[in-house]
């Protein structure tokens, strides 16, 4: 019975396999255009739809962004120009173009991610390397979000700004643009809290409780960055109590040294107290003072984000007053006192 059962199976299957054989060689044309339309409709969309999108956006994450210089200039209370050169290095190998598009510039290590501008990036050609120069006036819609840049900027040695925008590259060849997201993070050098402040040339007047003292001050911007800051007042600070205001007018920062004129109101006796008794009449005369950024007005406007940059912490500079006191007949040493 059972050695019966494979012999029915088999002379009931094989006529089958027998017609579809020669079904496949009559419609082989058929099979072979069926074939060829599902290899259209699914792996060319594939390497179209994946493949070649994955590639573009490797192109893009693969191209190195340097900041060569930014200019912060035109300052209102509201708006700015921001100018940027930068260079844009990518793997030439692929023929792309990639859209021009508005990116978001980021502070990147603050936590949330905190946008402080937004900036129109023009279309760029495929080349080992491009320059990219921009210069756009920008409305600070966020006065605290700039606030923090420039906080960040001033005061620290170096800071991340991620570039970050949704854009389409076109491949040379293929007609249709894939969308792709440019980001981008660049280090940049920071002011480093004025770190070098200097000041020569001091000079003393005993006649007036105002406009009593001026000198050269000297300020580092270790950064790439130019900034149009404007009339700029310090308070003035010594051993932990405000003796004054100093002011600088029209300051503008260039990367390198950068000197000005600065004139300051300063209260006489705790200087004067100072350069004659104990403890810092032992510095003889070169006195510790700290500046901190009061007011900063450009052109008639407020600048409060510059304002409260300068505001957030304390400069330390070291005035030597030692040959400004001379001049005026007060010895920059310490006086015996009667008793002593
Ligand atoms: C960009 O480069 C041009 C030409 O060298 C220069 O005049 C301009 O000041 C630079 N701008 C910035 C923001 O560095
Ligand atoms: C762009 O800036 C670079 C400096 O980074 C400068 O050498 C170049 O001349 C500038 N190009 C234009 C078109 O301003
Ligand atoms: C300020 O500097 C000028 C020289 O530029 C000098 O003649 C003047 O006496 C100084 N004034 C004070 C208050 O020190
Ligand atoms: C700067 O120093 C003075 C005097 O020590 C102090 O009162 C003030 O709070 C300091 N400012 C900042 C922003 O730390
Ligand atoms: C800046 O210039 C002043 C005066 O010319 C000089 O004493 C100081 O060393 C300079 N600083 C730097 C970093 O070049
Ligand atoms: C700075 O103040 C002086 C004197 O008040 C004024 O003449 C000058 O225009 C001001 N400069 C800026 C950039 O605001």
Redesign the pocket.
């Known amino acids: 019975m059972s050695g019966i059962k494979p012999d029915q199976a088999e002379s009931q299957t094989a006529p089958v396999a027998t017609s579809r054989k020669s079904h496949f060689r009559r419609f082989w044309w058929a099979y072979l255009l069926a074939f060829l339309v599902v290899a259209t409709v699914v792996i060319v969309p594939s390497v179209l739809l994946v493949a070649v999108p994955k590639m573009a956006q490797q192109r893009l994450n693969g191209a190195k962004l340097t900041i060569d210089g930014i200019a912060v200039v035109n300052t209102h209370t509201d708006s700015l120009i921001l100018a940027i050169n930068s260079t844009i290095e990518a793997d030439d190998s692929v023929h792309a173009t990639v859209d021009a598009f508005e990116g978001t510039l980021y502070l990147a290590d603050a936590d949330p991610l905190l946008a402080f501008a937004q900036i129109e990036f023009p279309q760029t050609v495929a080349a080992a390397m491009q320059a990219v120069n921009i210069s756009q006036e920008i409305q600070i819609s966020d006065q605290s979000a700039f606030t923090a840049f420039s906080t960040a900027l001033l005061t620290r040695g170096s800071i991340g700004v991620r570039v970050r925008g949704n854009t389409h590259i076109y491949i040379r060849g293929i007609s249709r643009p894939y969308p792709v997201t440019f980001d981008k993070t660049v280090t940049l050098k920071g002011l480093n809290n004025f770190d070098g402040l200097s000041i020569s040339d001091p ?3 005993a006649r007036s409780a105002t ?4 000198g050269t001050v000297h300020i580092p911007n270790p950064s790439v960055l130019i900034l149009e800051i404007g009339n700029t007042t310090f308070t003035n600070y010594f051993n932990g109590e405000e003796v004054g205001r100093t002011y600088v007018n029209n300051l503008v920062l260039y990367p390198g040294n950068n000197t000005f004129f600065a ?1 300051a109101d300063i209260e006489q006796l705790p200087i004067v107290n100072a350069l004659t008794q104990e403890p810092f009449c032992e510095l003889m005369g070169k006195l510790p003072f700290q500046l901190s950024g009061n007011d900063v007005v450009n052109n008639g406007q407020v600048l409060p984000y510059f304002r409260d940059a300068l505001a957030a912490s304390n400069q330390s500079i070291t005035v030597d007053l030692s040959e400004a006191a001379m001049n005026l007949g007060i010895p920059a040493q310490c006086i015996e006192s009667s008793g002593g």
């Open positions: 000079s003393i007047s406009n009593n003292f001026n004139s």
